[in-house]
């Protein structure tokens, strides 16, 4: 029998409008699985219980009592701990904020709870969301929940694990360097990198770049559309998010849920395991060579392509270390006992560059940018991995070497993600079974400039079309060998990152 936690987003959403499915049941079912499994992997680091019980219980009554219900009514939704939750401790990963209780919601959790959403918890991520290993020195790290002593990748690492072990059906992320789609694909999940400004943000330092954005995480690609679309809104207070006489131009719930129907047999469907330059691992070019053999026969046609993305490497990490200059430098000029590695390598990277590199970065961000308009000028879709490498050893800060290829930074092993970031383009990670090595694999769906919603549609007929699929539907980890296993936190090296 299914546990109202197992529920997909939608059904749940359903059965809580027709009065078969109680929220305080919901709710209740969701707290069980988090005491059950937490303790194994780590992913939800602060909840709050009392008050989302009380929400459960409003959510009930406005149920019983035929008022109009929001999108969300009715069901719990984990937040990632980089976004701000009116009296719930919100710590970013760091020591310095170990203590800090917001008063006032974000605008995005603000938007969660006025469709409906029950905020059940935070869930963990790196310090300040640098690197895509969740491990942070407040609340140690989060394991894999197919393999416990593997990375859940990150930074929205908490998010995809909570999801994948039935903690919440919905979970919000953030995405730069890959952060919504590099954990969905660790996990076996769904993760979401809009088009900016789609999902306002007032908390970015450069309101104008297009790298960092926020976005829905979910196990199935309706259940990501149903939250994209609580999410999506206007917000003056974001430079990216505008609109134009007669209303929002993209924050329209419409057109994101439900989600549309397409006939991929009339699309054209570009592939590439490596964007020409990204260090990607044997195993992961094998499972996605498995993929695209899988995926041809299902569209107009499909050859071997990619946008040039020469010069990629070098804009990302300046135009990345300008964002981290303006966040952090002063934490790492002022209390640097409290800063792990990451973020301080991070701001000594930034001070090396000169006004010529930012200068050549913007330069070579604009020409991608415009190679991949040729590209989905002659392409509908494009497909990769969703990330380089087969999940780790979670000790590992992050990969080294790929294949004895040295990395070039921390975050060179993002880069199938980062080379997309740079564009603004819209991309989902797919879960699409595992890989050689027994982990999940993620597709990395990549759409035109503005292609929200055909990205959510593509995705989504893919998944129905390997539904049930026993080597290519979402895989489940076994949530009786997490029930069973000793906590996490006893493993060495849990707090920190000695």
Not at 217 to 226: F, W
Not at 367 to 383: E, M
Request: proline share 8%.
């Amino acid at each position: 029998m299914t546990e109202p936690c197992d529920l997909t987003a939608l059904e749940a959403r359903r059965l809580i409008g027709r009065k078969a499915l109680s929220p305080v049941e919901l709710l209740e079912s969701c707290l069980a699985r988090i005491a059950a499994v937490n303790p194994a992997v780590n992913a939800m680091v602060a909840l709050d219980e009392d008050r989302a019980r009380g929400a459960a219980r409003a959510a009930e009554a406005a149920v019983m009592h035929g008022e109009a219900l929001g999108l969300l009514h009715g069901l719990p939704v984990g937040i990632k701990d980089l976004e701000e939750t009116a009296g719930l401790r919100t710590t970013y990963g760091s020591p310095i904020f170990r203590d800090f209780v917001p008063e006032q919601d974000c605008g995005m959790v603000a938007r969660i709870r006025a469709a409906g959403g029950i905020v059940v918890g935070k869930t963990n991520t790196p310090e300040f969301g640098l690197g895509a290993n969740t491990r942070n020195r407040v609340y140690g790290a989060t394991g894999n929940p197919f393999d416990n002593t593997r990375s859940a990748a990150g930074s929205s690492g908490g998010s995809a694990v909570a999801l994948a072990t039935g903690m919440a059906p919905l979970c919000s992320g953030s995405d730069t360097g890959g952060s919504l789609r590099n954990p969905a694909a660790f996990s076996g999940i769904v993760g979401y990198r809009p088009s900016a400004g789609l999902v306002p943000s007032e908390k970015r330092a450069h309101g104008w770049s297009p790298l960092p954005v926020l976005g829905p995480m979910a196990r199935t690609v309706p259940d990501t559309a149903l939250f994209l679309a609580a999410m999506a809104s206007d917000d003056a207070r974001d430079p990216l998010a505008y609109t134009l006489p007669g209303g929002p131009v993209r924050g329209r719930p419409a057109l994101f849920h439900p989600v549309e129907r397409v006939d991929l047999a009339g699309l054209r469907l570009g592939f590439t395991e490596d964007f020409g330059q990204a260090p990607t691992e044997g195993v992961v070019r094998e499972a996605f060579r498995a993929r695209v053999a899988a995926l041809m026969p299902l569209f107009r046609s499909a050859e071997a392509a990619h946008p040039d993305c020469r010069g990629g490497d070098e804009a990302f990490e300046v135009l990345r270390a300008l964002i981290m200059l303006t966040g952090h430098a002063e934490k790492v000029r002022t209390r640097p006992q409290d800063c792990g590695p990451n973020i301080i390598a991070n701001v000594e990277e930034g001070l090396r560059y000169s006004a010529e590199d930012a200068a050549r970065a913007m330069a070579a961000q604009t020409r991608i940018y415009r190679d991949f308009q040729r590209f989905f000028a002659a392409h509908d879709v494009l497909v990769s991995p969703a990330i380089t490498i087969s999940p780790r050893n979670w000790r590992e800060l992050y990969p080294r070497e790929i294949d004895g290829q040295p990395t070039r930074t921390y975050f060179h092993w993002l880069a199938l993600a980062y080379y997309v970031t740079l564009t603004g383009h819209p991309a989902i990670s797919l879960p699409l079974g595992k890989d050689a090595r027994g982990m999940p694999f993620g597709l990395q769906i990549v759409g035109p400039r503005g292609g929200d919603a055909l990205v959510l549609a593509v995705a989504a007929a893919l998944e129905e079309a390997f539904a049930g699929d026993a080597t290519l539907g979402r895989p489940v980890p076994d949530l009786a060998a997490l029930r069973a296993a000793p906590p996490i936190s006893g493993m060495e090296g849990f707090l920190g990152f000695e």
